[in-house]
């Protein structure tokens, strides 16, 4: 399932977005190609590295860290989407974030969950690429 996050937000993009994505990201300073690869090498390779081993301890000392941490994603959303597309985010983080949960809890690990975080943020990346490179659906 995460590795459908891109192509189904990149398929939904034209549909969803408040903001022109390319001139969102010229705003970060993200206007080239490398830029892009940039951040995406950091969203799809560090970035899930991170937020696992941040969010894991939280979310064994609470349920409402799930919620939380889907809470968080919309800080950088809420520019690009518009209130019912958040909705769906905030449900659909928060149920990523118990997945992920559940199979560190089996696994003993956070591999297999940073692994499939890489999976969804590098989707996602592709999508944005795509789009700001002017491929549509």
Same mark, same amino acid.
């Given at each position: 399932p995460c590795a459908?996050?891109?192509?189904?937000v990149w398929l939904l993009l034209p549909h969803?977005?408040?903001?022109?994505?390319?001139?969102?990201?010229?705003? !970060?300073?993200?206007?080239?190609?490398?830029?892009? +690869?940039?951040?995406?090498?950091y969203y799809g390779a560090l970035h899930p590295v991170l937020e696992q081993r941040h969010w894991d301890p939280l979310r064994?000392?609470?349920?409402?860290? @799930?919620?939380?941490?889907?809470? !968080? @994603?919309? +800080?950088?959303? @809420?520019?690009?989407?518009?209130?019912?597309?958040?909705a769906v985010c905030l449900v659909v983080l928060t149920a990523a974030s118990i997945?992920?949960?559940?199979?560190?809890?089996?696994?003993?690990?956070?591999?297999?969950?940073?692994?499939?975080h890489m999976a969804a943020d590098l989707g996602l990346g592709a999508a944005a690429y795509l789009w700001v490179s002017g491929a549509r659906p």
């Open positions: 459908l996050a891109g192509p189904v969803i977005t408040l903001a022109d994505l390319a001139g969102w990201l010229a705003g !970060y300073g993200v206007t080239t190609p490398l830029g892009m +690869l940039a951040l995406a090498l064994r000392a609470t349920p409402w860290a @799930h919620v939380a941490f889907a809470a !968080y @994603h919309l +800080l950088v959303l @809420h520019a690009l989407l518009p209130w019912p597309w958040l997945l992920w949960s559940r199979l560190t809890e089996r696994t003993g690990t956070l591999a297999p969950a940073t692994f499939f």
